[in-house]
Each structure stands twice: as structure tokens, then as C-alpha cells.
């Protein structure tokens, strides 16, 4: 039995299109408050998403012992300050404000847990540089876009029309999507889960 932890609808696509077979059963897990106990702690953005991840995945293994467990966190982190998912539209737009004309960091973490234990986890991350967004530009992305853009830590949707936004990404696809998918499915496979089990 395969469980992903989390309520990422890209997250959920993306190991649909790999071909698993899985459930999904959020965690409960207090993000916002892990997230402030840790930024007050200086923790670095990759650690907080890994942390997050695990937390995930072993909150939601310890109600099924048996099944592996998905857990999976993204942080994004431009000139040292760390950008969360904007909670209106206002605040994306405030936040790709800040974000254009320059370089970001995107952290994506993915931990399996299994019996509540912590069996493998991948961190990876891309380098994302946004162009300069003028006002009329922002207004006409934000109207395409609409309330997804409160959905995702930068604001944006690679995979969408979000690719405006960018002038060069460096990094693995699916890391940027949320989810470093090519290890996960190594380390799947290696553990007897893969596209013959789904079938």
C-alpha cells in the first residue's frame, strides 16, 4: 500500500502520470507553526522542508503501519528572505513583486516513512530567475492564472502559464513541480512498487 501525505493537487498529478497506485491521506500537520519554530531557529530552507516532509510522512505511517508513506515540502528562498504560499491575491502579487528580476531558490524535499520511521529522503533543489513583471503584465498572469496562484510556494505553476514568468530555470522539472520524482521512483522500485504493481 502506497499513501501520499500530502494535499498538493501537482504532487497528486505527477505520481498519477508516473503510473502508481496510491492514496492520499493528509497529514494535520501544523505547517505555519513548524515553519515559524524553525525560521526562528535559523534553520536553513532546505532543513525546514526536509523537516516538514518527514513529519508528514511519519504522522500519517503511524495510522498505517504497513503502507509506505509519501511526505513531501517545498521552500523557496530569494536574498536570504523565505517565501511562503501567498494566502490572497494581493499577496501574490506583493510576493512576484519581490520576486522579479531576480534569482530564487526552490527546495523540494520527499521523505517515505513507514511504521512511523523514516526509511529514505531526497532534497533537491533549482535556481529560478524571473523576469522583470511589469504592472500590466502582472495583472493580465494573475488574471489567467487565478486563485491557483495562492496553491503554490512561489506564486506560480511551472507547468502552466507560470513559464512566462521566467527567464532561466536551472534544475530537475519535477523538483520545481514539488516532488524530486525520479529518485522517488528509484527508491519505489527498489522496494518492489513501480508500474507492474499498478497494474
Not at 504497513?66 to 530569494?78: H, K, N, Q, R, W
Not at 495562492?150 to 522539472?173: C, N
Request: net charge negative; proline share 4%.
Amino acid at each position: 500500500m502506497l499513501i501520499l501525505a500530502s494535499a498538493s493537487l501537482s504532487r497528486r498529478q505527477m505520481l498519477q502520470n508516473a503510473g502508481l497506485d496510491f492514496t492520499v491521506e493528509t497529514s494535520g500537520v501544523d505547517e505555519d507553526e513548524v515553519k515559524l519554530s524553525l525560521s526562528a531557529e535559523k534553520a536553513a530552507p532546505r532543513d525546514i522542508a526536509e523537516t516538514l516532509a518527514e513529519l508528514k510522512a511519519k504522522r500519517v505511517s503511524t495510522r498505517h503501519p504497513e503502507a509506505m508513506v509519501i511526505g513531501a515540502d517545498s521552500t523557496l528562498a530569494c536574498n536570504g528572505r523565505l517565501f511562503d504560499k501567498p494566502p490572497t491575491m494581493a499577496a501574490a502579487r506583493k510576493q512576484l513583486q519581490a520576486l522579479a528580476g531576480q534569482t530564487h531558490e526552490l527546495h523540494s524535499s520527499v521523505v517515505v516513512a513507514r511504521g512511523g520511521v523514516r526509511l529514505w529522503h531526497c532534497n533537491e533543489h533549482a535556481l529560478l530567475t524571473m523576469r522583470p513583471l511589469p504592472d500590466a503584465f502582472l495583472d493580465a498572469y494573475l488574471a489567467r492564472a487565478g486563485e491557483a496562484v495562492t496553491t503554490s510556494v512561489g506564486a506560480y505553476q511551472l507547468e502552466g502559464v507560470g513559464a512566462h514568468l521566467f527567464s532561466r530555470v536551472e534544475g530537475d522539472y519535477f523538483t520545481i513541480l514539488g516532488l524530486p520524482l525520479l529518485p522517488l521512483l528509484s527508491f519505489l522500485a527498489g522496494h518492489g512498487i513501480g508500474l507492474e504493481t499498478a497494474a
